[in-house]
């Protein structure tokens, strides 16, 4: 007489713990938007005193990624929090899961874009752009946020 395992959902939930683990979101400005929106992306969120063609303009850091990752941490993890309970529900699909995340920090980080107001922009920028809005001019880098679902 042999011992006979009866897998109440274990081996599904080991298994969908595996996949999420296997993957990562990552939220940001990618190659694809083009190497002048990337730099912009970078001066913008670090800021620079070496920027211009006199090498003299100083760019205050201007962070809406970091930021807005700091500012959501805990509802992202109050997202990630819920997993095991759709595991074990059945109604866990990964993909669907991170892709929610992705939107949902793409969609916080393009409101950062819009509502980000300091550092203000210097009197001369406001005259030339026409209005104050620090983290926008053409909207391409608000256009250019997006996210992605990567291999760990």
Known sequence: MGLKVIDK???NYKKSFQDLNSKKVVVGIFKESGE??????IVNEFGTTKA???????????????????K???KISKKFSKIPKLIRSGRFDVIRELKL???YQKNQ???TIIDFKDPANALSTIKNKGFDNPLIETGQ???SVSFKILKK
């Open 9 to 11: 959902g274990f081996n």
């Open 101 to 103: 995340i992705g939107l």
């Open 36 to 41: 002048d929106v990337r730099i912009r992306a």
């Open 109 to 111: 980080v393009k409101k």
């Open 72 to 74: 959501n941490y805990k």
């Open 141 to 143: 880098l608000l256009k």
């Open 52 to 70: 211009g063609k006199n090498r003299n303009i100083v760019i205050p850091e201007r962070s809406f990624l970091r930021s807005t990752f700091n």
